[in-house]
């Protein structure tokens, strides 16, 4: 199962998701786990008067394309559409800590996390 999280320090989900500094990706097969930490290079333009507010997850939704769930603490209603529309799955979590999260996975928790 890959599983990624939003994170600014490789410790713990980040709070803002689509503007963590990368995402950590867990391949988690039984006890063995591959981790690859990949940048996300977040964009996001301020408006001016005469423009429309542009606001894009694409590089994000290209990171996430291949994982079977994203865990993320809080989600804007602009990453949310592009989950959706991605068909990423992904689960909102209180646990903030990565690690006991990975283990709750490796236990087949997935329902307590």
Do not use: W
């Given at each position: 199962?890959?599983?990624a999280?939003?994170?600014?320090d490789?410790k713990?989900i980040?709070?803002?998701?689509?503007?963590?500094?990368e995402?950590a990706?867990?391949?988690?097969?039984?006890?063995?786990?591959?981790?690859?930490y990949?940048a996300?290079?977040?964009?996001?333009?301020?408006?001016d008067?005469?423009?429309?507010?542009?606001?894009?997850h694409?590089?994000?939704?290209?990171?996430l394309?291949?994982?079977?769930?994203?865990?993320?603490k809080?989600i804007?209603?602009h990453m949310k559409?592009?989950?959706?529309k991605n068909?990423?799955k992904?689960?909102?979590?209180?646990e903030?800590?990565?690690?006991?999260?990975?283990?709750?996975i490796?236990g087949?928790?997935?329902?307590?996390?």
């Amino acid at each position: 199962m890959k599983v990624a999280f939003p994170t600014n320090d490789r410790k713990t989900i980040a709070e803002r998701t689509g503007r963590c500094k990368e995402f950590a990706i867990f391949d988690v097969v039984n006890s063995n786990i591959t981790i690859n930490y990949v940048a996300n290079h977040h964009e996001h333009h301020e408006h001016d008067e005469n423009k429309e507010h542009e606001h894009s997850h694409d590089e994000a939704m290209g990171i996430l394309a291949d994982v079977d769930l994203l865990i993320v603490k809080k989600i804007g209603k602009h990453m949310k559409s592009d989950l959706d529309k991605n068909n990423i799955k992904y689960k909102k979590v209180d646990e903030i800590e990565i690690n006991n999260i990975i283990k709750k996975i490796q236990g087949g928790d997935l329902n307590n996390i």
